[in-house]
């Protein structure tokens, strides 16, 4: 769920009462609590059954509950929820107190320990969920992305990357030479089931579904039946002036082939 406000509204008709600005996700826990993520405000709204507000969770300098940069809400088999810190990947389980638990630590997302990690998503299945995030490299004014999808248990450790590619888009590296690698998965079009099986279509071009088993089986594959729409030259032109533009800038390239 994703809310985008014109204005910042108050929660209640109290000039004190906290602003929402930006919903970006929301979870319930068993005793029917409600918990909004406001992206923009970097906190979290408790909403009792009633609709009353209970607290508001994770401000900046709050310690280790607080947010930055948060991700995703999502809640455990135990009724805990949890709160995922994007650019850190780090967990925080914290209770409606607003009492983070201690320990919880960062999620190893790159077992290698190269690059930093940005965790853009997570999904519940059983016994852990899988996580969404993109590594960056950055080396001499540079930056090379991967992004990547890993299975993480519920205890926040011992992840294990399940599919990794690179994004061309994101990299400044090398120039962006078609359209179609401007294409990333992570952004919607991946999935899992309660079963713990991921779904992503990987390719813009190829129109398919990857399905990576849960335990470990060997991944398959089904297509999708499409009608193509041929671009007419005037939209061709269109898109070759949207990537002709400084390597580097928006995370573009410089050039566009193809006719697509």
Not at 86 to 105: H, I, T
Not at 107 to 119: F, I
Not at 124 to 148: H, I
Request: net charge neutral.
């Amino acid at each position: 769920m994703t809310a985008h406000l014109a204005e910042q509204w108050h929660l209640t008709p109290s000039k004190e009462a906290p602003l929402i600005a930006n919903i970006i996700d929301a979870a319930t826990d068993p005793t029917n609590n409600t918990y909004l993520l406001d992206f923009q405000r970097q906190s979290v709204l408790v909403i009792t059954p009633n609709g009353d507000l209970l607290r508001s969770l994770g401000h900046p300098g709050d310690g280790p509950g607080e947010t930055r940069m948060a991700s995703r809400l999502f809640v455990a088999p135990d009724g805990r929820v949890g709160l995922l810190g994007a650019m850190s990947s780090r967990p925080v389980w914290f209770d409606v107190a607003g009492k983070p638990e201690v320990g919880a630590g960062h999620l190893r997302m790159n077992p290698d320990g190269s690059g930093a990690t940005l965790t853009y998503d997570t999904r519940r299945c059983a016994g852990g969920y899988v996580a969404a995030f993109a590594v960056l490299d950055s080396e001499a004014g540079t930056r090379a992305f991967d992004v990547a999808l890993a299975r993480v248990p519920d205890n926040g450790s011992a992840a294990t990357i399940i599919h990794r590619v690179p994004d061309k888009a994101m990299s400044t590296r090398e120039p962006l030479a078609d359209e179609a690698d401007s294409y990333n998965f992570v952004y919607n079009a991946w999935d899992v089931d309660r079963a713990g099986n991921v779904f992503l279509t990987p390719d813009r071009d190829r129109p398919r579904v990857v399905v990576l088993a849960a335990g470990g089986r060997k991944p398959s594959e089904f297509p999708l039946v499409t009608r193509r729409r041929d671009r007419t030259a005037g939209e061709r032109a269109e898109v070759a002036a949207r990537l002709a533009r400084p390597n580097g800038a928006a995370g573009l390239g410089s050039c566009c082939r193809g006719g697509t």
